[in-house]
T-cell receptor
């Protein structure tokens, strides 16, 4: 069975500093990986995905993620954090055999302080 | 505007009283699914559907039912709700290709 781990419940960074939110995965075949963000009282919003190709994927709001097959990781990054980036972030892997649906990590709360 | 619409957004009910949470998408997506979100557990899949009249269990299907009679709608049914089904529920849809899933705004259910 596939799985996703987000080892940090919370990440604290100062505004303007770079941020990293960690994600590792386990799948039997090729990974299809996603990052979503959830703001308070809102649904999940898509940030970016890795299907194939370049290991560095660029997404919405200045976020990017680095796919590392040997380390089975897909860490989310941003060069300069904004206070408005504070939210709950989820990493997910897709199971093509299960209706194209997603297995999520437990989520990481990002707190960006002024 | 492409969207997934869930109703109601908030619901408080009593144990054993049947309820339905509706979900509708306007993107002609084949795949639809339901998730529940609980603190520290992320989102867990309840049921999914690959097309009309095709549904299957996810990771936590106990106590839930679904139906997919039309492509756009995928209601979640709780025949006899219990307090352990108090949670935040999300409906999602996606297309056949490797597209991202679109999520509804969520339904916060409290069972007392």
């Amino acid at each position: 069975a596939q799985s996703v781990a987000q080892p940090e419940d919370q990440v604290n960074v100062a505004e303007g500093n770079p941020l990293t939110v960690k994600c590792t995965y386990s799948v039997s075949g090729n990974p299809y990986l996603f990052w979503y963000v959830q703001y308070p009282n809102r649904g999940l919003q898509f940030l970016l995905k890795y299907i194939t190709g370049d290991n560095l994927v660029k997404g919405s709001y200045g976020f990017e993620a680095e796919f590392n097959k040997s380390q089975t990781s897909f860490h989310l990054k941003k060069p300069s954090a904004l206070v408005s980036d504070s939210a709950l972030y989820f990493c997910a892997v897709r199971d093509i055999g299960a209706g194209n649906m997603l297995t999520f990590g437990g989520g990481t709360r990002l707190m960006v302080k002024p | 505007e492409a969207q997934v619409t869930q109703n109601p957004r908030y619901l408080i009910t009593v144990t054993g009283k049947k309820l339905t949470v509706t979900c509708s998408q306007n993107m002609n997506h084949e795949y639809m699914s339901w998730y529940r979100q609980d603190p520290g557990l992320g989102l867990r899949q309840i049921y999914y559907s690959m097309n009309v009249e095709v549904t299957d269990k996810g990771d936590v299907p106990e106590g839930y039912k679904v139906s997919r009679k039309e492509k756009r709608n995928f209601p979640l049914i709780l025949e006899s709700p219990s307090p352990n089904q108090t949670s935040l529920y999300f409906c999602a849809s996606s297309g056949i290709l490797n597209t991202e899933a679109f999520f509804g705004q969520g339904t916060r259910l409290t069972v007392v």
